[in-house]
């Protein structure tokens, strides 16, 4: 399928904190419960339309394991748009948020689009560990965009991927003829299917893949 754009993103956060349900609940519209933890990196992605453009989304979901630290690093790199999550329930996934904002701060171009996410925001408030105002506070704090979300549901999935998409959008529009500009940026712009295609995406020097599904979804 012809598209507009393709921007690579990446799923970033502790082990186990749902982010590899969201990319799936995005992409295929299903829950995977379950499901063996993620070694090195899955590969999702989704074809959306913003404002009348088609835009697809290569969506690495990253390990949080430590063991794989130095292997998800290499996916960091030409990174349009991140998705930092932690989980409602579980303290330490939110207090490890900053540690995470650091990793990708690094390594990837300092007008990427961050989106930090609160997952399982569908359990019971008892078992709520972190409030909805905690992290809208650390949002503002780092400049992040935020959502509460749940993959288990979908509340909020979409929103989360469509929102950041958008905001990568915008910024790269007033520049999207500035062909060493998109360079700089970490984006590269070469004819496709007689459009022009800005295509912010590097192959990984790493081919460690957890997929279950090799094909991408359209909407």
Request: charged content about 25%; some cysteine; glycine content about 6%.
């Amino acid at each position: 399928m012809s598209c507009d754009y393709i921007f690579k993103f990446i799923t970033v956060g502790d082990s186990a904190v749902g982010k590899s349900c969201l990319s799936y609940r995005f992409t295929d519209r299903i829950f995977p419960g379950g499901h063996d933890p993620t070694i090195g990196a899955g590969f999702f992605c989704r074809t959306i339309t913003i404002n009348r453009k088609k835009v697809k989304l290569h969506i690495w979901d990253t390990s949080g394991q430590e063991r794989f630290r130095s292997i998800t690093r290499s996916y960091y790199r030409a990174v349009s748009g991140a998705l930092l999550v932690y989980d409602i329930s579980r303290r330490e996934t939110f207090d490890n948020v900053v540690f995470w904002l650091k990793e990708v701060r690094q390594h990837v171009h300092p007008d990427t689009n961050i989106m930090l996410v609160g997952n399982k925001s569908d359990l019971d408030p008892h078992k709520r560990e972190v409030t909805t105002e905690e992290g809208s506070r650390l949002a503002g704090d780092h400049g992040l965009m935020f959502l509460e979300c749940s993959a288990r549901t979908g509340q909020n999935v979409e929103a989360a991927f469509v929102q950041t998409a958008k905001a990568v959008l915008e910024r790269i529009q007033p520049i999207e003829s500035d062909v060493e500009e998109l360079k700089h940026r970490g984006i590269r712009a070469f004819p496709f299917h007689g459009r022009r295609l800005a295509s912010i995406y590097v192959t990984p020097l790493i081919t460690t893949i957890n997929r279950k599904s090799s094909c991408c979804f359209s909407s």
